[in-house]
């Protein structure tokens, strides 16, 4: 059975610095994908990053990268410079072979302080 | 580009009573999804359709609910009778294929008293 796991119900960040959201996975299919989702305060999920578990370089998109490590099973997001709005929860997502099976984790809730 | 749209966005109802909601996916996304959100909790896949066939279901409690995507567009979840700990967000997503990022709707508040 999949699973996802996010261990950090809650993270404190300072303005202008770098935070790292924690994700962990188990699949048994061979290929898989994972994702990572912003839920602000208004609830609509938004898309932020995609690593596919065949991609041999980590994602980047602007300020998001994701730490893909498959021999560890961690999918780590790293969001560089925090501004105010980054402020929300976040979740890991992973779908499993042939894009079916979504599963999500238990989210994070990120607090960036001024 | 148009996003997903959800309707009703809140909803309250009583135990027993029957709700239906609504969903239009982006244009031309093949793949449409609906969750059930519990609060305080990530979302969890009760449907997954590719066109107007169902691709999985496996957490859909099929005693009570009910889904159908007519002509491979628009989506309606219908829950009867519904119970107490139906009470969730319903959210509605959508993508071009299965596999890749899913664009999401506002979702829908169901309170069941």
């Known amino acids: 059975a999949q699973k996802i796991t996010q261990t950090q119900p809650g993270m404190f960040v300072q303005e202008k610095e770098a935070v790292t959201l924690d994700c962990t996975y188990d699949t048994s299919d061979p290929s898989y994908g994972l994702f990572w989702y912003k839920q602000p305060s208004s609830g609509e999920m938004i898309f932020l990053i995609y690593q596919g578990s065949y991609d041999q370089q980590n994602a980047t998109e602007g300020r998001y990268s994701l730490n893909f490590q498959k021999a560890r099973k961690s999918a780590n997001l790293v969001i560089s410079a925090s501004q105010l709005g980054d402020s929300a929860m976040y979740f890991c997502a992973m779908t499993g072979n042939g894009g079916f099976k979504t599963i999500f984790g238990a989210g994070t809730r990120l607090f960036v302080k001024a | 580009e148009a996003g997903v749209a959800q309707s009703p966005r809140y909803k309250i109802i009583e135990k027993r009573q029957s709700v239906a909601f609504w969903c239009n996916p982006i244009s031309g996304h093949a793949t449409l999804y609906w969750y059930q959100q519990i609060l305080g909790q990530g979302p969890k896949l009760l449907i997954q359709?590719?066109?107007?066939?169902?691709?999985?279901d496996s957490q859909l409690p099929k005693d009570r609910f009910s889904a159908e995507r007519l002509k491979g567009v628009d989506s309606t979840l219908k829950i009867q009778p519904a119970k107490l700990e139906d009470s969730a967000v319903y959210l509605c997503?959508?993508?071009?294929?299965?596999?890749?990022?899913?664009?999401f709707g506002p979702g829908t508040r169901l309170t069941v008293t």
């Open positions: 997503a959508s993508s071009l294929a299965p596999g890749i990022e899913q664009y």
């Open positions: 359709f590719q066109n107007n066939g169902v691709v999985d």
